[in-house]
């Protein structure tokens, strides 16, 4: 034809990812199993993304995250120091886990071109992004939830992709312990009861035991054992920069859970207004609207630290909320394709 045919950027030299450092150097490297993985760990699997940036020479990694409006955004963190490049020419490589993949150059139907930046923290470097396309709906994406407590107990894990790998899957059962990383206030997560952190896992998540995004990892000195020191930003040192776009809501907890959200097969556009909650806010009772050709068979109401407060399949269309104090709710409404999260307020 006659059609023109633009270039816009050209790669300084192009890079065989394959040709990273072995897996096999890394003793401590354990690639995640997602078969034999709990419920926490492998929803937290599938907001995990490869994050390919500079013209697809580097990788670093990056994970999504839900808000309190629970409307789809596709959210995402990752660390200021993998911003190599336009964030709109970043390729997002979704669910790549050893069982589903057995190399990167596979599983690229996966994957989602393009990202504007939203927001860096000056101080801790953690920056939101919000991804341009989104999930097509049998991929089965998940949006993490996010705790910015205090975390005084114990027991996280982290996903991360190291030397190109599939996922990989690090376990912390210690408290975090305070450090800092290039004058950055910091956790150090080493050393690790079982897995590590590689190169390329700048910008990865760490999760607390219930799958929640706590803190994203900034650097540290990728080693197996006593010698590793891995460093957390966390995201509650952040949160004022981040909260007008994951709490508009301003929830009072301060934990948010994760959703699976329902998105179309080709165009990526997000099913609304399926299941309609009102009134909302509600006081004793609150009635569920279902414009989809699918029945529902289960409900679950939640608080916002994730406690279930109700689990019924036998309901009217409306649910009795007398037993409720006032304050924000989440509904888990299952039908046979899946499941969406709604949110309302009792007053």
């Not at 020419?89 to 589903?100: M, P, R």
């Not at 957390?232 to 952040?238: E, G, K, N, R």
């Amino acid at each position: 034809g006659n059609g023109k045919f633009f270039i816009s950027s050209v790669a300084r030299a192009y890079r065989d990812l394959s040709l990273y450092p072995s897996a096999e150097d890394s003793p401590c490297m354990n690639l995640l199993d997602d078969e034999n993985s709990s419920k926490d760990i492998s929803n937290a699997s599938s907001s995990v993304l490869m994050m390919l940036t500079d013209n697809g020479q580097r990788m670093a990694t990056a994970v999504m995250v839900n808000n309190s409006k629970f409307d789809g955004t596709i959210y995402a963190f990752t660390s200021s120091s993998a911003l190599l490049g336009d964030p709109a020419a970043f390729v997002f490589v979704v669910d790549l886990v050893i069982g589903n993949c057995s190399s990167v150059s596979v599983c690229w139907d996966k994957a989602l071109s393009g990202a504007s930046l939203i927001k860096t923290d000056p101080v801790s470097g953690i920056t939101l992004l919000q991804l341009a396309g989104r999930p097509r709906k049998q991929w089965k994406t998940y949006l993490s939830g996010w705790d910015i407590s205090d975390h005084a107990g114990s027991g996280f894990f982290s996903i991360t992709h190291g030397l190109t790998r599939p996922q990989q899957l690090s376990v912390y059962a210690g408290s975090l312990l305070s450090s800092t990383w290039k004058e950055v206030p910091t956790v150090d997560c080493s050393p690790w009861e079982s897995g590590g952190i590689f190169q390329g896992a700048v910008g990865g998540p760490l999760f607390n035991s219930k799958g929640q995004i706590v803190g994203i990892y900034t650097g540290g000195a990728p080693a197996c054992g006593e010698s590793s020191h891995d460093h957390f930003a966390l995201l509650s040192l952040s949160w004022n920069s981040f909260r007008p776009y994951l709490d508009p809501f301003v929830t009072p907890s301060s934990k948010l859970l994760g959703s699976s959200p329902q998105y179309g097969n080709e165009e990526g556009t997000q099913k609304k207004e399926l299941i309609v909650l009102y009134p909302n806010p509600a006081y004793d009772r609150i009635i569920i609207q279902n414009n989809s050709t699918e029945e529902i068979v289960e409900v679950v109401i939640y608080d916002n630290t994730g406690r279930v407060l109700l689990h019924t399949t036998d309901f009217f269309p409306w649910l009795d909320l007398k037993g409720l104090s006032s304050g924000h709710y989440f509904l888990r409404v299952v039908q046979p394709s899946g499941f969406s999260m709604e949110q309302f307020i009792v007053r």
